[in-house]
């Protein structure tokens, strides 16, 4: 019964937090758009930008701040800051469509009154975002990457369909504004919903004291954030936040000259496409969704002279999928420094403040090679994406190569399992008996150190975390290693019911449900040692 209602309330964080994420970016990226237009401003985007990057700052700061006062409801704080945020997009919003129209077109206060209902309209992705993330950091990791795609392509399957229903045409600029609104509103509450839903957000297994105990996932060792958004880390986030940047607004100087490839129906069908395969897709990966989103960026580019004139405006929708397979590839690496950190509030914070200062990078290239280029600007964009992309990757390779401890999900090479580690466990070794007496000295060593490797420095990296007895770790090996109960009771030398105690105890202390999460957790620190 427990079971039943743990899976249920897993299904219930997974929709919200996918259909959450869908909510606030479709609401984010509608409210920009209407914002933008009547706010008259020169270089729009860019401003928008360094809004953002403001408004991250200041989260970050206060939650670095607020770190220290251990008795701080971290769900309750980012709740009200997004209804503050929601209060502060009203205000922004009516700054922009009723004040600045009653202001003279030249008029100085005409500039800073859109700046800053600009600045206001922006608050609200903030703290939405970053509780989303910590909502993303509770699923269980064999869902967390389905929930990323399916949020984040579905943000850009709900923009198409309002983009091609004409909501603007039909509701006005205040109603579209007020539909952008009314799905930030929804975003809160499905956050909302899916955190105090969630099995995991009761979670004990973390040190005493921190902040993020409130978005803890079971299975997962946490690590200081220094030791998960490392400077390598941020360097591979900044890079693909700017590449993302740079290809997004290439798109939109595009559409301004062939139409926005959002309002195509052909990028409608497209986006449900893979929406299906995300929600079929049991064992969809990061790297999966990598190398789509590359095939489609690099389709778009170098079939864009052959698609011009065989397809008007594929190569503008092969590009806008590989964009918004891109974005997928951004959230679920916020989501990895959330879900592995010890305080996945101001994991998630750091990580979306990198993000977005990488997107103001990009943003930036296309604005300067603007200025730069004037009305050649759009050929140049087209000759000069596939050299974005490729440098993209070399420069992501080479980080790897010169920091072999960097974790990109879509990089790291993959852990080997136990059958590979050949003298690793008991039993193997039990069944070479004297053979392994016979081996030579430097065979000895490597195998030593093979399960010195696998398993001896996890389990004591989960004991050391989360508190185990000398004990409890013991027993924590012998399950990792598979062993029964008999077994680790003749082992250990101690009766069956101290077992069981002792096996209590570890669950209760690591937040396990079955010897697969006590499991998991290890496997979880080979990963990460």
């Not at 985007?45 to 206060?62: D, G, P, Q």
């Not at 497209?270 to 989103?293: D, M, P, S």
């Not at 590009?319 to 420094?337: D, I, N, P, Q, Y």
């Not at 399960?451 to 007895?469: F, G, I, K, S």
Request: charged residues 15%; aromatic residues 6%; proline residues 4%.
């Amino acid at each position: 019964m427990a079971d039943e209602a743990a899976r249920r309330g897993q299904r219930v964080a997974f929709s919200c937090s996918a259909v959450g994420l869908s909510c606030m970016f479709g609401g984010i990226w509608l409210g920009d758009r209407e914002v933008l237009e009547a706010s008259g401003l020169e270089s729009p985007v860019l401003s928008m930008r360094i809004c953002s990057l403001l408004m991250y700052v200041v989260l970050f700061a206060v939650a670095c701040r607020i770190v220290r006062r251990r008795r701080v409801d971290v769900r309750l704080f980012l709740g009200a800051c997004s209804a503050l945020g929601l209060a502060l997009f009203a205000a922004g919003a009516l700054v922009v469509l009723a004040v600045m129209p009653q202001l003279p077109a030249d008029c100085v206060d005409r500039r800073l009154a859109g700046l800053a209902g600009l600045s206001l309209t922006k608050f609200v992705g903030a703290p939405v975002s970053v509780w989303l993330a910590c909502a993303f950091a509770l699923l269980d990791r064999t869902a967390v990457m389905r929930a990323c795609a399916l949020g984040m392509l579905g943000a850009f399957a709900l923009y198409s369909t309002l983009s091609q229903a004409g909501v603007a045409q039909l509701l006005g600029t205040v109603g579209t504004v007020g539909a952008a609104g009314l799905l930030l509103v929804c975003s809160v509450a499905l956050c909302m919903t899916g955190t105090e839903l969630s099995p995991r957000t009761a979670s004990r297994r973390v040190p005493p004291g921190a902040l993020g105990a409130a978005f803890a996932a079971p299975g997962v060792v946490k690590r200081p954030l220094s030791k998960v958004l490392t400077p390598g880390y941020a360097v591979a986030i900044v890079l693909s936040a700017m590449m993302l940047g740079f290809l997004r607004n290439g798109l939109e100087v595009g559409a301004s000259a062939v139409g926005d490839p959002h309002a195509d129906p052909a990028s409608l069908v497209a986006l449900v496409a893979l929406l299906t395969v995300a929600l079929l897709w049991k064992g969809l990966r990061t790297e999966h969704v990598f190398y789509g989103a590359l095939l489609f960026a690099t389709a778009g580019i170098l079939l864009q002279p052959v698609l011009s004139v065989a397809a008007p405006g594929a190569s503008g929708v092969l590009c806008g999928l590989g964009t918004a397979l891109f974005e997928v590839v951004m959230w679920s690496l916020v989501v990895w420094v959330a879900r592995n950190s010890t305080d996945a509030f101001v994991a998630a914070a750091a990580a979306r403040l990198v993000a977005v200062v990488g997107h103001l990078a990009g943003t930036a290239v296309v604005m300067g090679v603007g200025l730069i280029l004037g009305s050649s600007l759009q050929d140049t964009l087209h000759a000069s994406g596939l050299v974005v992309v490729l440098v993209y990757v070399l420069l992501l390779v080479a980080q790897l190569g010169f920091s072999p401890q960097l974790q990109v999900p879509f990089l790291s090479p993959p852990v080997a399992d136990a059958d590979a580690c050949g003298a690793s466990g008991p039993a193997s070794q039990d069944a070479e008996g004297g053979q392994g007496e016979r081996a030579d000295a430097s065979r000895s060593e490597s195998e030593a150190d093979i399960d010195r490797r696998y398993w001896v420095e996890p389990c004591d990296a989960v004991a050391d975390m989360y508190r185990l007895t000398a004990r409890e770790r013991e027993v924590l090996e012998l399950m990792a290693r598979g062993r029964d109960m008999p077994y680790m009771g003749e082992t250990l030398c101690i009766s069956r019911n101290t077992l069981k105690m002792h096996i209590r105890h570890m669950y209760t202390k690591l937040d396990a449900h079955s010897r697969q999460d006590v499991i998991s957790i290890v496997e979880e620190a080979r990963q990460l040692s």
